[in-house]
Structure formats: structure tokens, C-alpha cells
């Protein structure tokens, strides 16, 4: 222990029994003499041996004292003393596959962007944990579920499952998916009015109902369609996904009755809401759809609640309203997927035939745009700067400069950041807010400076 470092507590100097001056320093609340070779040695003497709260000699007194300065406890630290320091991008293999950004977060993992070092294709990737997976009620069963079900669905709606991985070391499955840019979900966030024009909407629709109608031909029950688990890419192909809560109707079952039902509150059907215990299965997804339509169409939803409760109460009654500038023949289409009685609900067929689904609106609204991911306008690859750091040095970088920041310069920057945005109007400031978040420091490790050493008073 260095005898001239300084602890929070006042250092002594008195004389020993030999009469010289040694350093003493207090440790858990006792006195330690210094020698020569910095071992510490307890003073025996009674009269050297000082507590916090008893010691009378001027340096501590009652806890409630007025004397006692607090900077002998505390040492504020100034912004300009907090050094960060850049973090370097490093390529990760994972396997063949060239890890990328993050693309979003659910319940059960990230999904990150991925580049297919042998085809060179995009992908994207479901980095599922073993631990996080138990921690959620049938976690473990949804997610072996979904892969079964991936494994054997093949067409150009639903998500296609390329790769699975497994790091039995670190307990975590990789999941590898075509790359998909966004969600209709997202795209309805981005937008004013959270609706999109008609043709649109019917081109969406018409791929929905493609998909849809091959699950159910594949004896797969979705069970959980709404805008959210509707993706799309870049060529504007529509997918369906997540099938985590997806049921499969044995090859030999008389028809598709179900008796769990799972899924989204706000877009179940009013025989879930009202607790039956069997109900058709593929009568479910017709109604799951019709609200996605009813929520791409008109912004809302045809059933809300101020909370569960209340929001399955009044699915349960199955009395819905249409805005008025929905027309036939979009209204009717609407009301036969919307029954509350499942048998005369509306069947894939009969959404195919229906007028509204086989001609398409006029365009006579601008289409919305694909909302860009993470300020990237095109959609660029998230892989390429990590294989040009790891491949090429920056003829404009200096080696010999260090990449550091202090927690003043950083703050300084964050507010010519927010200055702009503040200019603009508090509602793009909030859009901005909501979409981005709270600013993020490019950080990687926080590196404190030599702090002066402890001055006595």
C-alpha cells in the first residue's frame, strides 16, 4: 500500500514510542503504522487508537457537527475529467454469415442483419438465449414450434427459414431468416394519418390472404396476424412471420377446432373473448386479418378497451362502427370478415371472390414510403463497415491519435443536436423523440483521469 496514498479519512502524525514521526493511516475505523517496507503493523497503544464517532481530538466530532467540512468524504468529479473512448467496430463470424447491425428487439431476442459470406446475400438473424427462453412461459415450446413449422413451409408470403445455428457453449440458436427492411407496423407509425391509401392497403391485403391461405392448406393456424408480424422486403414483398403461436391440425382431425387461443389481444374474435372452450381455428385468422385490414384502412381499430377487460367485453358484443368515408365495396368485405359468429364469417374463398379484393383501387393518393432504418434513406448494408474496418485502414485516420472524448465535449454536443430540432417545432421534436430515442454517447469503456490528491483542511 502506498504510503502516500490518500484516503477518505484524515492521516495522523504522531510520535511512536522511539520517538520518531511515522505516517499513520486509518483502516476499518483503527490506526496502522507505516514502516519502512509499507507493511501495515496495528499500534497496540490504546491511547493512539481513535474510532469514528469517540474521537475527541478536534478531527471528528458528533455526526450532527457543523464543523465538519464534507469534502473530506465526497470528491466531485468535473465532466471534463470523464474520458470515453470511441468503439471500434470488430467483425464477428457466425459461421458463414458475417454479423451486422441490430434491426430490432422483441420478447424474445434480437434480430440482427447478417451477409452470407458464400452467396453474398442478406440476411437476418433471430439470436435466441437458452436463459431468456425459460424465463417466459412457454418460451422454449413457441420458439421449437415455430422452427418445426419454418422447416416445412415453403412460398413467396411467409418468411422463409434459411439456417439454424446452435452455440452450445454460450447457450445461444441463431436463427436465420430472408432479410426483411421493416414491418407494416412501422410504416403505419411513420405516417400522419397511421393508415395507408387504398391501393395500398389492397395490395398488402391481396398478399396477406395469399399466404394465408396457404397456411391454412398446410394445416397451420397462425393465430396471431396483425401489421406487426407483416414484413417486408425490399422489393416490397409481403411476409408473414412470427409463428411462434401457430397451431397445427393433426392430418387426421375432423375439422379445425381449436381450444387454445393466443395472440394479440386487440385482434382476437369474440369466441376467444368470451372464453369458449372450442372454437374453429381457420375462422380465427379470417378475423385477426379483417382488423389488420380495418387498422391499415381506417388507422384504428374497430375494438378498443381502456384496458383488457374492457377491450374483450366489447369484442365479446361484437358492435363495431365503420368511418363513413369507408365505401361499399371495402364496407362489405369489412362486415362479413367482422361476424361475431364464427360459421357465417366470411372463408378464404370467399375473400377471393369478393368484388373489393379482385379490383384494385384507383391510385390517387401518394404511396408511403418504407421508413428509413437508422437514418439510412437506402436500406444500405449494416455488414460493409465492419468488413472495410477489418479489411482496409483509413488513409485519413491517424494511428497515433487517440480516440478520446471527454463527458463535457459530449454533453456540449448533445445540446447543438437538440438546438436544431427545437427550432423546428415541438412536433417534430417528438416524432424525433419517439422514433429515436434518448440520444446515445458512441461509447465503449469510461477511462477516469488522475484525480489531485486529497488536500487536509
Known amino acids: 500500500m502506498d504510503d502516500k496514498m490518500c ?32 507493511e501495515l503493523k496495528p499500534i497496540n497503544s490504546e491511547e493512539t487508537r481513535c474510532w469514528v464517532n469517540d474521537c475527541t481530538g478536534g478531527y471528528y466530532e458528533d ?50 442483419e447478417m451477409l452470407d459470406s458464400e452467396t453474398l446475400c442478406r440476411r437476418a438473424v433471430k439470436i435466441l438465449k437458452q436463459k431468456k427462453l425459460r424465463r417466459i412461459p412457454n418460451g422454449e415450446q413457441n420458439v421449437q414450434r415455430e422452427i418445426k413449422l419454418l422447416r416445412k413451409l415453403k412460398h413467396k408470403n411467409v418468411i422463409n427459414l434459411v439456417d439454424e445455428l446452435y452455440d ?62 407483416l414484413l417486408l422486403t425490399l422489393e ?4 408473414i412471420s412470427d409463428l411462434g403461436v401457430a397451431e397445427t391440425i393433426d392430418l387426421f382431425a375432423k375439422d379445425d377446432t381449436c381450444f387454445i387461443g393466443q395472440g394479440s389481444p386487440a385482434f382476437q374474435p369474440p369466441e376467444i373473448a368470451n372464453g369458449l372452450e372450442y372454437f374453429p381455428g381457420f375462422k380465427v ?31 365479446g358484443k361484437g358492435d363495431f362502427t365503420i368511418p363513413d368515408e369507408i365505401q361499399d365495396p371495402l364496407r362489405s368485405l369489412l362486415l362479413g370478415m367482422l361476424r361475431k359468429d364464427p360459421h357465417t364469417r366470411f372463408t378464404v374463398q370467399q375473400v377471393r371472390q369478393h368484388p373489393w379484393f379482385t379490383r384494385k383501387p384507383p391510385q390517387v393518393e401518394v404511396r408511403v414510403p418504407m421508413p428509413p432504418l437508422r437514418g439510412d434513406e437506402w436500406h444500405s448494408m449494416t455488414v460493409l463497415p465492419y468488413l472495410y474496418d477489418h479489411y482496409y485502414d483509413d488513409p485519413n485516420e491517424d494511428v497515433d491519435a487517440a480516440e478520446y472524448i471527454t463527458e463535457h465535449e459530449l ?47
Open 285 to 315: 385468422d379470417i378475423w385477426s386479418s379483417g382488423v389488420t385490414l380495418y387498422n391499415l384502412t381506417t388507422g384504428r381499430y374497430p375494438f378498443e378497451g381502456d384496458n383488457i377487460y374492457r377491450l374483450f367485453e366489447n369484442i
Open 63 to 112: 455526526d450532527l457537527d457543523e464543523d465538519i467540512n464534507i469534502t473530506n468524504f465526497f470528491h466531485r468529479v468535473d465532466s471534463n475529467q470523464i474520458i470515453y473512448q470511441s468503439k471500434k467496430r470488430k467483425l464477428k463470424l457466425v459461421g458463414k454469415y458475417v454479423m451486422g447491425d441490430l434491426l430490432g428487439e422483441g420478447s424474445y431476442g434480437k434480430v440482427k
Open 168 to 229: 452450445h457453449e454460450k447457450q445461444k440458436m441463431y436463427l436465420i431468416m430472408e432479410f426483411c427492411v421493416g414491418s407494416l407496423q412501422g410504416m403505419l407509425d411513420s405516417t400522419p394519418s397511421k393508415k395507408f391509401p387504398l391501393h395500398q392497403a389492397h395490395g398488402y391485403f391481396l398478399q396477406l390472404i395469399d399466404g394465408l391461405e396457404y397456411l391454412h392448406s398446410m394445416r397451420v393456424i397462425h393465430k396471431d396476424i396483425k401489421p406487426g408480424n
Open 411 to 457: 454533453n456540449e454536443a448533445e445540446k447543438k443536436q437538440q438546438a436544431p430540432e427545437q427550432s423546428n417545432g415541438s412536433t417534430h421534436s417528438n416524432q424525433s423523440s419517439k422514433r429515436g430515442g434518448r440520444w446515445k454517447k458512441p461509447i465503449s469503456c469510461i477511462n477516469i483521469r488522475n484525480l489531485p490528491g486529497c488536500k487536509q483542511s
Open 236 to 239: 416490397g414483398d409481403l411476409k
Open 7 to 38: 484516503n477518505i479519512s484524515k492521516s495522523f502524525e504522531s510520535d511512536g514510542a522511539d520517538g520518531s514521526t511515522d505516517q499513520e493511516k486509518e483502516v476499518s475505523n483503527a490506526i496502522f503504522a507505516v514502516d519502512d517496507e509499507h
